[in-house]
């Protein structure tokens, strides 16, 4: 084999190895993936990831998502959830945390609330942080038969190791 053949072998690698790699061609190994059926939201101090709210009654649900505070100083303080029945304030401690779907501590109710539909919530923090997303509504089965739905109970409402809820 002659050197000029082992000259284009290896200069065609050099230009195969971008295209069979994907690399600078946006693929989807360069965004971030979302293999979740909730949605989420990466702005401000506090991101809301796997957002849905899970229902067992049609217009009544359970936000189930998780807040976890970026500010590793400071805590953060979920004042309200739009459509919210029991306005239970979240404390998410700072660099944490805090599984909602687990406690239940957040209710909403609005005739729209039917598995398969979507409903827009406001997600209103302490320092002025305002979120909007519309989140999918999902049936109390499966996956998510463990989510808390119905009446809030007082048990529910109660502060957990994990997050601090207040009436307010």
């Not at 989140?135 to 997050?163: C, E, H, I």
Request: proline share 4%; with cysteine; net charge negative.
């Amino acid at each position: 084999m002659s050197t000029l053949r082992r000259s284009l072998a290896a200069a065609s690698l050099l230009v195969l190895a971008p295209v069979m790699t994907a690399c600078g061609f946006s693929e989807q190994t360069d965004a971030v993936y979302q293999s979740s059926t909730g949605v989420n939201s990466r702005t401000g101090n506090v991101w809301i990831l796997n957002a849905m709210v899970v229902t067992g009654t049609d217009g009544e649900g359970t936000f189930a998502g998780t807040l976890v505070n970026q500010n590793e100083k400071a805590s953060a303080q979920l004042v309200s959830v739009s459509d919210s029945t029991n306005n239970a304030a979240v404390v998410v401690p700072a660099g944490s945390a805090v599984n909602l779907a687990t406690s239940g501590q957040v209710r909403v109710s609005d005739s729209s609330i039917t598995p398969g539909s979507y409903l827009e919530l406001t997600f209103q923090f302490a320092d002025g942080q305002t979120t909007q997303l519309n989140v999918p509504v999902l049936a109390n089965t499966g996956d998510y038969g463990d989510v808390p739905v119905g009446p809030v109970t007082k048990k529910q409402a109660t502060p957990s190791a994990s997050a601090s809820a207040t009436a307010g």
